[in-house]
């Protein structure tokens, strides 16, 4: 041990290596305390590149307001509904909705404002989006301008019309009891009049709740 004293007091430039990687490990050990048990168990499974990139992210965040982190989930929840829909149903942005209907831009955005077409907006962009499950023959099917007039629906409440087509992507069980389960979107069963009224219930109950 002594001659180990020695030779650090002999080697300054030793001694100062060993404290400062003390002072990182300290350092580092302060970082590791302010992170979640998520971001910890997740850098753990990771590379050791991938892991301390993630660890490092830690105090960008710590940093933020919670305004700002509050903003960031926000666009980051938007991003995921949008996500969620387009996996779910085909959505044509306004210019294929127009040559579908052979109709100008103009004519398209007055159809969606009467409540004669369902559009899904992107409230990350604002852009409106249209499902391809309301067109039959290069028309509206007759069912839309009905379901959005009886449920009262305002075409210019976008929250409103976000889920409406959120409730008609989602998945239902018609079936008698008894019978074999019949799951299916419900936008498979605007055509079924029964199923349109369980629908439309479903869906002021789901709203009411949700406000």
């Not at 404290?19 to 580092?28: D, E, G, P, S, V």
């Not at 899904?120 to 852009?127: A, L, Q």
């Not at 079924?192 to 709740?209: H, P, S, Y």
Request: aromatic share 8%.
């Amino acid at each position: 041990m002594t001659t180990t004293a020695a030779h650090k007091a002999t080697h300054p430039a030793f001694a100062c290596l060993e404290a400062a990687k003390a002072a990182l490990r300290q350092r580092f050990e302060e970082h590791l305390a302010r992170a979640s048990k998520a971001v910890v168990l997740n850098a753990v499974a990771l590379a050791d590149e991938q892991a301390f990139a993630a660890l490092a992210r830690v105090d960008v965040e710590t940093k933020r307001s919670v305004a700002t982190r509050n903003q960031e989930a926000m666009a980051k929840m938007k991003a995921r509904a949008f996500e969620r829909v387009i996996s779910r149903c085909e959505l044509l942005d306004a210019r294929t909705a127009c040559e579908i209907l052979g109709i100008s831009k103009q004519a398209l955005s007055q159809k969606t404002k009467a409540g004669k077409l369902l559009a899904y907006t992107n409230t990350g962009n604002r852009r409106k989006y249209y499902p391809s499950f309301q067109f039959a023959e290069n028309k509206p099917r007759p069912f839309v301008d009905g379901l959005i007039q009886s449920l009262e629906v305002d075409p210019a409440d976008t929250e409103a019309m976000n889920f409406l087509v959120q409730h008609l992507i989602g998945n239902m069980d018609y079936s008698e009891p008894g019978e074999p389960s019949n799951v299916l979107p419900r936008f498979h069963l605007l055509d079924n009049t029964a199923a349109v009224e369980v629908i439309k219930r479903d869906f002021l109950n789901a709203f009411e709740a949700g406000q």
